[in-house]
């Protein structure tokens, strides 16, 4: 799948979000290596803290169904009824969950806008210094 079609399945993964509190809805589409296509959106709680992430959840999809070998994700984010005008950052947690199930130097994270105005960084260019298991 091409970055512009994963960034599309990202804003509709948006249209899903549950974020009653901040207002603010997200949207990501993991692409694995066999070409699948996990998608996820920011699910928000009362207690603040059980709040996931979109990526989170996109991952923690596809794991349970069994998949571990990803190739990218696209986020999208914005406040709620409005088209995204900055690129969302994934926050560090997320970056982490990467970190555990992604090649630093190969995985891609497609953060932007739209599909036609995409940057494409590394997780290693967004997580350096990265605590892993080999550290166990
Ligand atoms: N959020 C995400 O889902 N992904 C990000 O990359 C940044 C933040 C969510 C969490 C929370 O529901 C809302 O955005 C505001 O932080």
């Known amino acids: 799948m091409d970055d512009k079609t994963l960034f599309s399945r990202a804003l509709e993964a948006r249209t899903q ?4 509190y901040s ?3 997200v949207g990501a589409a993991l692409l694995c290596t066999d070409g699948t296509v996990y998608t996820g959106c920011n699910i928000e709680n009362a207690a603040f803290s059980p709040t996931v992430c979109a990526e989170r959840v996109a991952f923690f999809k596809a794991v349970s169904e069994g998949r571990r070998e990803f ?3 696209a986020i999208a984010g914005a406040q709620e009824g409005a088209a995204p005008d900055s690129p969302c950052a994934p926050c560090g947690v997320c970056r982490q969950v990467m970190a555990e199930f992604c090649r630093a130097d190969t995985f891609r994270l497609l953060l932007g806008t739209a599909p036609e105005n995409i940057r494409v960084y590394t997780l290693a260019q967004l997580l350096p210094l990265a605590f892993s298991g080999e550290m166990l």
Request: hydrophobic residues 60%; proline residues 10%.
């Open 71 to 73: 190739a990218a994700i």
């Open 17 to 20: 979000a549950y974020a009653p």
């Open 23 to 25: 207002h603010f809805t």
